[in-house]
């Protein structure tokens, strides 16, 4: 294991009574037990830090209800689930038992009571025919596609006023208890065998919120709207006395709200294929894979001793302040102070090249590189000592006139 | 802990029972497996901690020069240690450490059995001068199967002191045949105040007349003429300035490198021709100093000293090193500044006190010339290098300048390439000595 910088090299106990030689180091004065308690010390403000995490996630999570958003679901507390009539129906000695598969409510529906399903938007033609194959009493809540293929003379009726209170209308004892209910939407009962209720106001009297039809000894009731059922309208009108006599009927009831994890799903007999199925091999190659990975960064990350550092010194060209001053005058156009330092440098240069002395005075001077040069010595002057130049044109011109001179001016 | 190649492979081998067998258990069981090899493989590894480990390296060796470091692993545990070894040293000291990339340490696969030592050798070039640390000594032993092991990593003191190339010695030659010439020269105008009276010998074609000593022509029958040399025993002092303008940067090398090989050089060449050599290396203290020693073993203690000798982001003590000076000679002495002719560190501290130094003792102020300067002042193409052009002229006669005023007072100013400036300062040297103005 790895084992924590050694303070010193102080050589450990010799092991089996081994005299060290000079200049031997044994071991870096560690043991199994001081690694353990440096581990310790190193990993303990972590662990701090880990509990402290930990202890933060379950302080958010306890508070938590136990309770989902699935609209119409039994443990949704909120305004869309129905927490509340499943409470009550519970009180009152109905077991309900949640399903979200198709199999799941196959499974429960086979101890026999009503079987409850809410919404069809998730599922598919293949569930709908299992799920009328059943012979539970069938509750449709919202879900006008499946109610047609469960019974074919009723379909989702035409009815698009708004939600509003609707009476019974009809010799339905349910219905007739509740009265009044709110709701919205209707069922077309097209062959006139099924009782017909609440129909929408104004609409035709094959229409109606809630619809039973006796099939086959069993009893298929058809919900238009979720809203009675939920939280939020339980409480209106009659809403809560037609939920409980519908759902309340059998002392089981398998409430399934279809999901979008079940689309698909097979039936637990029928070896259908998902996609580990079809390629089995697919999660163990992966968790294989996983595992290499494993031991590889296992192999990589342990380095084979530090990287050694070294000090290096601080390294300066020696021409960066001049390239600096260059760099300054260039910014601060300084055209003037830079041809100064080229015609001092060139006068001094052929002053020695001619032999002059460094005090020579200019009139002395531009008549000896006049001289030397054979170039009049107006103009000689007028290059050693004339007017700065004023832009960058000039400067360059003066900079090469001034080299010129200089490969001109030769020893007398 | 730690595992190897090879447990990467018994991991890879988990395909086969996969491939029989797919299906999530069979990886859990083979990952159970590795673990299991892994463990075993510790557990009859080795203890790191049961080796005693001991290095060997070489005292000094001269920069760039190939050496070596020793290690010596011996099993004072009952179990035979097997593994890798990693003998770590700076990347300078690494063969093509002067990469970019630098130099990976070799790793070595060592099987030592119980109670015996197995030594294993890490090449050694060090491109950099000064005393080199030797890094920690990593172990790592594997168990039986090779799958994993144990490590550790080791505190194992160990120092190379790399000297100075010492690369001007190759002028040496040369100048220690003109140093012989100027010994035994029977013209006058060798005469002077640093020589003295050597022998007489017979008058042969050539020499000058004035040089012939009647008296002994007189006593003898033949004509006889007084030889000269140059005086000994005359004390040569280098001062090697390690202050911030030594870190500088001229072609490859700093400054102080070139100050470094100009001073060693003049230091052997001065040992040769009897003078006493004594060198000082300062910027605000002292750095390194080497007292008179017998003339054998100046190189070797010159080398020594200006080892571990780098340059320091400080401004020289000039007054500081005059006191220095004075206080360490005691009568008229070469003194040798080897230093930078920068006109800022010049005017604000050299020139305010060197006339203290020159009143008592001959000075010479070497320094490294930069040919990037020359290069600025003649690239006149664009606007920009016109400006760089000016700049760089200005720098070269605020040099000239400088140098002129010390010369004014009196110091002998040597200005080269870094090439150059050893053979040059030893030549003004001998020049100095000929002229007899030690």
């Known amino acids: 294991m790895s084992a924590p910088p050694a303070p010193a090299a102080t050589p450990g106990t010799p092991a089996a009574g081994a005299p060290l030689r000079p200049g031997e180091v044994l071991g870096d004065g560690t043991t199994g037990r001081t690694r353990a308690v440096g581990r310790w010390r190193r990993l303990r403000p972590w662990l701090v830090v880990a509990a402290v995490l930990v202890l933060g996630v379950l302080v958010l999570l306890l508070p938590a209800p136990p309770s989902s958003t699935t609209p119409g679901a039994p443990d949704n507390a909120g305004a869309g689930g129905a927490r509340a009539l499943a409470q009550v129906l519970e009180r009152r000695g109905v077991e309900v038992e949640y399903v979200r598969t198709t199999g799941a409510a196959e499974a429960a529906a086979a101890r026999g009571g009503t079987v409850l399903v809410v919404g069809d938007v998730w599922l598919l033609p293949e569930q709908v025919e299992r799920l009328a194959d059943l012979d539970n009493d069938l509750v449709l809540v919202d879900a006008g596609w499946a109610l047609s293929l469960v019974a074919p003379e009723l379909t989702a009726g035409g009815d698009v006023s708004p939600r509003g209170v609707r009476t019974a209308a009809c010799d339905d004892p349910d219905a007739v208890a509740a009265g009044t209910v709110s709701a919205a939407g209707s069922v077309e009962d097209t062959s006139g065998a099924a009782t017909v209720c609440f129909p929408p106001a104004g609409g035709p009297a094959t229409e109606g ?30 809403n809560a006395s037609l939920a409980l006599r519908v759902l309340g009927r059998h002392d089981h009831l398998v409430w399934y709200v279809p999901s979008l994890d079940d689309a698909g799903a097979a039936r637990p007999d029928d070896g259908g ?33 530090p990287v050694v550092a070294e000090p290096l010194p601080v390294v300066v060209r020696s021409a960066e302040a001049t390239r600096g001053r260059g760099r300054l005058y260039r910014r601060g156009r300084a055209h003037g102070h830079a041809a100064a330092a080229l015609r001092a440098g060139t006068a001094t240069r052929t002053a020695h090249r001619l032999g002059l002395p460094r005090s020579t005075p200019a009139p002395a001077l531009v ?46 | ?232 025993d005359r004390h040569v002092l280098l001062v090697v300035d390690t202050s911030r303008t030594s870190a500088a940067r001229v072609l490859d090398a700093t400054r102080l490198e070139a100050s470094v090989e100009a001073a060693l050089l003049l230091g052997v060449l001065a040992a040769h021709a009897g003078d006493r050599v004594e060198l000082l290396a300062y910027d605000r203290r002292v750095r390194a100093r080497v007292a008179d020693t017998h003339q054998s073993r100046v190189l070797p203690g010159l080398a020594e000293a200006l080892a571990g000798v780098q340059p320091e982001l400080v401004e020289t003590d000039w007054a500081g090193l005059v006191t220095q000076v004075r206080s360490r000679l005691s009568r008229r002495a070469l003194v040798v500044l080897l230093t930078s002719l920068d006109p800022a560190a010049v005017e604000q501290g050299l020139l305010e006190v060197v006339g203290q130094l020159t009143r008592r003792h001959q000075v010479v102020l070497a320094s490294v010339a930069d040919p990037e300067l020359e290069e600025l002042r003649t690239a006149r193409r664009t606007v920009e290098e016109v400006f760089d052009a000016a700049a760089a002229e200005r720098a070269l006669l605020e040099r000239a300048a400088v140098g002129l005023r010390l010369r004014q007072r009196g110091v002998e100013v040597v200005e080269a390439l870094p090439d150059e400036l050893a053979p040059r300062l030893a030549d003004t040297y001998l020049a100095l000595k000929a002229a007899g103005r030690l």
Do not use: K
């Open chain 1, 209 to 238: 919120a809630y619809v039973v039809l006796e099939q086959d000894g069993r009893r298929l009731t058809a919900l238009s709207d979720l809203r009675p059922l939920t939280n939020d309208a339980i409480v209106d009108e009659g």
């Open chain 1, 273 to 305: 294929a998902s996609l580990t199925d079809l390629v089995p091999w697919v999660r163990p190659v992966t968790l294989w894979l996983l595992l290499v990975l494993a031991v590889v960064v296992l192999w990589r990350a342990r380095r084979l001793g």
């Open chain 1, 367 to 412: 008549d000896a590189v006049a001289r030397a040069s054979g170039r009049p010595s107006d103009h000689v002057e007028q290059l050693l000592y004339g007017p700065p130049p004023t832009d960058d044109a000039g400067l360059q011109r003066l900079a090469d006139d001034l080299h010129h001179l200089e490969s001109e001016v030769h020893r007398p």
């Open chain 2, 1 to 232: 802990m730690a595992v190897t190649s090879r447990a990467v492979l018994v991991a890879l081998a988990g395909l086969l029972p996969v491939a029989v067998l797919p299906a999530p258990v069979t990886v859990l069981v083979w990952a159970v497996v590795v673990a299991v090899l892994c463990a075993v493989d510790v557990a009859l590894a080795a203890s790191p901690r049961e080796v005693a480990v001991s290095r060997d390296v070489p005292r000094a060796v001269r920069l760039g020069q190939a050496t070596r470091s020793s290690l010596t692993l011996r099993a004072v545990g009952d179990r035979r240690v097997r593994g890798l070894v990693r003998d770590a040293w700076p990347p300078s000291a690494l063969p093509g450490g002067d990469a970019p990339t630098g130099a990976r340490t070799p790793r070595h696969r060592v099987d030592v059995p119980p109670g015996e030592s197995r030594t294993v050798t890490t090449p050694l070039v060090p491109t950099r001068r000064g005393d080199l640390p030797g890094d920690r000594v990593t172990l790592r032993t594997v168990g039986p199967l090779g799958l994993a092991g144990r490590q550790v990593s080791l505190t194992v003191p160990a120092r190379l002191r790399v000297l100075p190339e010492f690369a001007s010695r190759r002028h040496l030659p040369s100048r220690l045949a003109r140093l012989r010439e100027l010994d035994g020269r029977a013209a006058v105008q060798v005469r002077g105040a640093g020589t003295e009276f050597d022998s007489l010998r017979e008058y042969v074609d050539g020499d000058d007349v004035r040089s012939i000593d009647w008296r002994a022509t007189a006593r003898r029958q033949e004509v006889v003429v007084r030889t000269w040399r140059p005086e000994r």
